[in-house]
């Protein structure tokens, strides 16, 4: 069973930066993609950014595109998301999910597993 958990989300001012992570566990991931998305307070789940656990191509929402880097240590089994000029508008939880395949899709509904969420609030 595949397990991802997250961490490194927090308060930070606007202009700041943090890293989040996801641990993936269960099983070997070089033919998964694995993907970050985000949820706001009565909003839907959005695509942040992905990426191929055996290549490390990567593929970005418009919203995130030059702020954020996706990257993944295939020896810690770990996908970083690095935000970086962060904007109030990307308050959220913050998922990490994997899919067992090596396109990279923005769609949710193609991702097997999921984390619990690491929540991530930038200040005005």
């Known amino acids: 069973q595949v397990q991802l958990v997250e961490s490194g989300g927090g308060l930070v001012q606007a202009g700041g930066s943090l890293r989040l992570s996801c641990v993936a566990s269960?099983?070997?991931?070089?033919?998964?993609?694995a993907g970050w998305f985000r949820q706001a307070p009565g909003k839907e789940r959005e695509f942040v950014a992905a990426i191929s656990w055996s290549s490390g191509g990567t593929y970005y929402a418009e919203s995130v595109k030059g702020r954020f880097a996706i990257s993944r240590d295939n020896v810690k089994n770990t996908v970083y998301l690095q935000m970086n000029s962060l904007k109030p508008e990307d308050t959220a939880d913050y998922y990490c999910?994997?899919?067992?395949?090596?396109?990279?899709?923005?769609?949710?509904?193609?991702?097997?597993?999921w984390g619990q969420g690491t929540q991530v609030t930038v200040s005005a």
């Open positions: 999910a994997a899919r067992d395949g090596r396109i990279l899709s923005p769609n949710s509904n193609l991702y097997d597993y």
């Open positions: 269960g099983r070997t991931f070089s033919n998964y993609a």
